[in-house]
C-alpha cells in the first residue's frame, strides 16, 4: 500500500505539472499549480518533514496560490489577445532548445554527485543540543542556518514595497484594494466574527510549541493573516493605510530586533548571529515572537495588494 500510494503522488505530480505548463489559460494553469502544491504537503508528509509540510500547505500552496490567481483576474483583459499572437517556429525551436540544456545540466549535476555527498549533519547533531530548543528544524534554521532565515523575512519585506510600488500616484500613502465581498449579515460574516479569536490562539500556540515540536512563526504567522484578511473580506475591518507609521514600525520590528540580536552576539558571543552560552533558546524564541506580528502582516497585505484609494484628510 504504501508503494501504490507513493506512486499514485508521482503520476499526480506529473500530471499536474504537465497541465500546469503547457495550459494556455492563466486561470487554468493556477488551478493546477495550487493542487500540486497540495500534492508536495502530502509528500513532505510521507517523509517525515512535518515543519516543511506546514510550510508547504500555507505558503506554497496557500500564500502563492491565491497571489496567482489575484494575478490571473488581473490578466483577464489582455489574456486573449496575448494567446492569439503565437510565436514563429523559430522562438518555439529555441524554447525548446533552451528547456532541454537546461534539463540536461541539471540531470548531469545530479547524476555527477560524489559517492559520499558532502554534509554538515554530523556536525549539526553534535552541537544542537547548545541551541537548548528541541524541534530540530527551528534549531537549524535559527542557528546554523540563520542568516538564511533573516533574509527570508528580508526579502518579504521588499516583496512587499514592490507591490506598494504599484499604487497610482493618487493613491500613493492609501488604503489597499481588498474590498468587502460579503453583506454584514452573510455566512463569512458570522464566520468573521467566531474565527479569528480561535485563529489567534491556535497561531500563537503553534509558534510556542515550534520551539519544541512542528510549528514555527511562518505557520502561526500565515493563520494570523487568514484570520484578518478574513475579517476585511466581511467587512468587519478595513485594511489600513500604507503610510499609517504604527504599521511601518511593526512590519520591520522583526527583521530589525532579528538584526539586532545579530550584531549583539558579534559583540558577546564572537560572531554576527551567535548566541552568548545558555541564552540561545531565549534569543531564539524572541526572535520567533518578533517575526511573527511582522510576517503575519507581510502576508496579509501582500495579498491585499497596492494601494488604490487615497485616503480622505
Known sequence: MSLMLNLALAVLFVGLAAWTVFARDTFAAVAGFIPYGLLLTAAWLRL???DVAMTEAAIGAGLTGALLVGAAARLRATEARANRARPGALTRALAAIGAIMVAAIVAMCVLLLPEATPTLAPAVIENIGATGVGNPITAVLLSFR???TLLEAIVLAFGLVGVWSLAPDRAWGGRPSLQPIAGPNSILAHLARI???IGIVVGVYILWWGADEPGGKFQGATILAAMWLLAMMAGLA???PVSRRALRFWLVAG???FIGVGFA???VAGAFLAYPEGLAKLCIVAIEFALLPSL???LALLLAGAP???VRP
Do not use: E, K, Q, S
Open 48 to 50: 517525515a518533514a512535518i
Open 146 to 148: 540563520a542568516m538564511d
Open 195 to 197: 474565527l479569528p479569536p
Open 238 to 240: 478595513d485594511v489600513p
Open 255 to 257: 527583521p530589525l530586533l
Open 265 to 267: 552576539g558579534a559583540g
Open 296 to 298: 503575519a502582516l507581510t
Open 308 to 310: 488604490h484609494r487615497a
